[in-house]
């Protein structure tokens, strides 16, 4: 007689009462351009995602990840998108995405947390700044347009600071993550009692359904959602997505193939939901870092540095691939490990987003990355 | 695990990060837990606000006098009891149904807000041994919140026959439980009627057979005094049953001896089967209320009540299977001290097997949601929903579903399922939490106690929200 779903999907209803549609009363607005930042918490893997399979070293460093190669749309003659996202390979084709690799923040460690604050606070270091980039970009736009929301239930460091910003939480909340169930997995590892109980529920949880299908629906609800947000003349302008998942240090083929069909079909929904709009749309998918080149003893891959970012949306300049590509050679690496960033993440935003909105690129890149020195906001990345 | 852990985790309800740090110096836990006994506040203001007992007798008086008039209006069969009536009966007329769904609502929601008022009190405590003792005892004499009346009435219960006699005498709060309307009610004690008495001797109530209900009598001496086989036999459970004959609810249920509501419990002299009752050996020549009271008072100091709450107390504070040294122990200063609870708790405190190092109890899914919800610092409207979240985890508060109460061993609760349960919930309340580094938190919330494992897990997760989900599926907040 217990009904999990009936709870969570009351748990949701309340946070929505709770205030955050009183706080979507929004003004109309002038402008048509929307921007959607899809976060990707836990290092997502650039070289499997955008696959270097021109790079002589690439084969030999992947191996068995390199098979997936064979399948994926091949962007140009160094890189092959993963199959996994076959809507993004459609949008690379219409010219409407573009990627762009061996890019990072100025973080240069291996932490998830302190990473994250850096690519939301925009600063140079960890809790340097206090507030997010996507915050102060509403102090760069036109007061009645400046509206942003969060689709989640809090409010993600990106988003946080002097100007009010909304958050939404989806109607229908995930079962636990698969990520965080993993790591419970090997949290109990150590515990005859709770390893034994919690093997027992992964494998009635394993009989119960198909739970990449699970997924998928999860993913396309969230993306059909901030469309929703996004859509009405008043509503807003700016939202934020979070996506988890990423820290593929075992079984990283199975893993990252689930990530990004999530990720490729939301960000397909997002685009089937805003219609015409999609056109005024700029989507930003980035990650706090990257990952190792080499594969780790558990098929997978541990925390490194440079990764890869993409632009997607009607104005986009699209159906490229921009990097100035260091190379996979173990001499080219990153401290003999990871791919080696040539490209600034904090260039490309305020590149892109300075284009997006109309704004004077040397003073969105002040606005949103004060802490930075050596701007060069790059142009060219959306029409 | 660090005396500081051991005193917040296993004596408390969990620790939360807004608490002054733990003094590391010897005996400063044991001070801590003590100092409790003192500093409860029996009605705190988490629950002051809540419907006593009297307003809520009323409520569902009301809401049974509808009931009789829909039953009135409708040919065919009649139900003994209206919770027993379905609606969509033939003949039921629909406006009928509907006012009794809103009324039955309405006596529902005593029940939501006893529960939030429970959760609420958990949160704010400045004394959580003092709670947890009261969660305890309210345990020990267990109601179960499935009759209507009862449904409304077992958040009441807890709030003025427990908590005012957490710490006193054992006796009192066992003579406050059993008047206590709900109790009455859900042992059927309400329904009960001396045969020789006067009511019972009028004669369409003999003519009916209807007599005494030995419900009660016989949890009393099975569950809340001596314990099962203890020496009693069924002779004893029916002349104890014949003594409380006449402790009622009037105007509520069958409405036996009385039918109008006076608020609370009674003792109707015209039920009461008259005579002296001999129970265990002694004899009871009292007339009237006095002579269950009587009854009370000495199975409140038989050493197998003493042997049995003792016991319990210690399976408690000191693991599934009480060591026996520590359970005489408690039993002696039950018996020495007449059954002053206090004296009791401080024999709990000074047991050494209370303070073993390594964790006793794997937490009840109500302890692993209060402790969770303490370590985040939350608040009700953070929780979702009180009851959901309890419902989700699988402990109905005030629900076991048997006079029992819930079992107090791990065996009940460590099971898969409920153990994915507190992973999604915790995933969920990580979702919902103000931001925290759970790295820091962690070693708050078990001071000195945090293994390497779950502090490498907490290092290794992939976001701050991923990292404070673990915490709250670590071993250490599984278990006390």
Known sequence: MLDRRSFLVRGALATIGAGAMSRMAFARAATQRRFVFIIQRGAADGVGTVMPVGDPAYAAIRHAFAEDAATGAKLDALFTLHPAMPKAAGLYRQRSALFVHAVASPYRDRSHFDGQNVLETGGNSAYQVRDGWLNRLLSLLPHDEARAIAVSATMPVALRGSNEVASYAPSVLPDASDDLLQRVTMLYQGDAQLHALWSEAMSIRGLAGDEAEENGREAAANGRLAAQLLLPADGARI????????????????????????????????????????????????????????????????????????????????????????????????????????????????????????????????????????????????? | MDERSIALNRFGLGASPDDRDGDPTAGASRNWVTAQIAAFQPNPRAIAGVADTSTILRDIADYQAQARLVRKSKPGPRGNDADQTQPGDDGEDVAAIALRRRARGGLRLHYVEAVNARVAAALATPTPFAERLVHFWSNHFAVSAEKLPVVALAGAFEFEAIRPNVMGRFVDMLKAVERHPAMLLYLDQADSIGPGSAFGQRPRVAARQRGINENLAREILELHTLGVRTGYDQADVTEFARALTGWTVPGIGRRIGARAVTGGFEFLPDLHEPGTRTILGQTYPQDGEAQAEAVLEALARHPATARHIAAKLARHFAGDDPPPAMVRRLEAAFLRSGGDLPTVYRAIIASPEAWSAEPVKFRTPWEWSIAVLRGLSANLSDSGSAVGLQEQLGQRVWRPGQPSGFDDVAATWAGPDALMRRVEAAERLATRSRPVDARDLASRLFPGSVSAATAEALKRAESPGQALALLLVAPEMMRR
């Open chain 1, 239 to 383: 939202a934020m997505i979070e996506t988890g998942g990423w820290d593929t240090h075992g079984a990283q083929r199975a893993r990252l193939a689930g990530g990004l069909t999530r990720l490729d079909t939301m960000i397909d929904a997002l685009r089937i939901g805003l219609g015409p709009v999609w056109q005024d749309t700029l989507v930003l998918v980035a990650t706090e870092f990257g990952r190792t080149v080499a594969v780790n003893g558990t098929g997978g891959t541990d925390h490194g540095t440079a990764a890869a970012a993409m632009l997607l949306g009607g104005n986009v300049r699209g159906g490229r691939v921009l990097a100035d590509w260091p190379g996979l050679a173990p001499a080219q690496l990153y401290e003999q490990r990871d791919l080696r960033p040539t490209m600034r993440l904090d260039d490309v935003i305020s590149g892109a987003l300075s284009r997006h909105f109309g704004l004077d690129p040397e003073r969105t890149g002040a606005v949103l990355f004060p802490a930075l020195g050596k701007r060069a906001p790059i142009s060219g990345l959306v029409a």
